[in-house]
């Protein structure tokens, strides 16, 4: 069966550090993977989604940046965070676009 | 663009209550699904059902139901005979060519 991992759980940033979130999926090949982030209290907001190695749409312009490496991991990168990159980041995948499938997500606070 | 709107923000029913989630899309896409997402306060969104445009069927599953009505573009969620456990923030993503489009979600709290 299929999973997803995402990590770590919680994180807690001082504003102008690097971030790196890392998202791999195991038993599918050739998934598409998606980066969401969720404000409090608010809908996902889709940031980057890709459908293969080294194929990265970007949704949100803004000072994060996702990577492909492989085929079944995904990464989403900051140079520097800024106080509104606070949120809840959620790391997808899906077989073309029928239903996507949730990793458990990574609690962001920039401070 | 694709938009939805999920109306009501926060619902709360005591328990044994059937209780409906409406949502409505707009799109110009002919070709398109709908999906429902469970979110429990643990974070993680659970998938619930996906629904492809060109079928209208009604759908049941234990005490969970589904009404896709293209006609009022809308794809509504009810709960028969409520429990506690279903409190949770309930999205209705759109999916088009590409990735899901959100609502803002509804909220709903069921009181035992």
């Known amino acids: 069966s299929q999973t997803i991992h995402q990590w770590p759980a919680t994180l807690v940033q001082p504003v102008g550090s690097p971030l790196s979130l890392e998202c791999t999926v195991e038993g599918t090949s050739n998934p598409n993977l998606y980066w969401y982030r969720q404000a409090a209290g608010r809908g996902l907001q889709l940031l980057f989604y890709?459908?293969?190695?080294?194929?990265i749409s970007s949704e949100v312009p803004q000072n994060l940046s996702a990577s492909r490496p492989q085929d079944r991991q995904f990464i989403l990168s900051s140079k520097k965070l800024l106080l509104s990159d606070s949120g809840f980041y959620l790391c997808?995948?899906?077989?073309?676009?029928?239903?996507?499938?949730f990793g458990p997500g990574t609690r962001l606070t920039v401070t | 663009a694709q938009k939805v709107t999920q109306a009501q923000t926060e619902i709360s029913v005591v328990e044994k209550e059937d209780v409906t989630l409406d949502c409505v899309y707009e799109?110009?896409?002919?070709?398109?699904?709908l999906f429902w997402y469970k979110q429990p306060p643990s974070g993680e969104l659970v998938f619930l059902i996906r629904?492809?445009?060109?079928?209208?069927q009604n759908e049941i599953s234990g005490r969970y139901s589904w009404n896709f009505q293209k006609s009022t573009s809308s794809f509504n969620f009810t709960i028969t005979a409520s429990q506690v456990v279903d409190s949770a923030v309930y999205f209705c993503p759109y999916g088009g060519r590409r990735a899901l489009t959100f609502g803002s979600g509804t909220r709903l709290q069921v009181q035992p």
């Open positions: 997808a995948w899906s077989v073309a676009n029928y239903e996507q499938y």
């Open positions: 629904r492809n445009s060109f079928d209208e």
């Open positions: 890709s459908v293969g190695i080294g194929q």
């Open positions: 799109t110009r896409d002919t070709t398109y699904y």
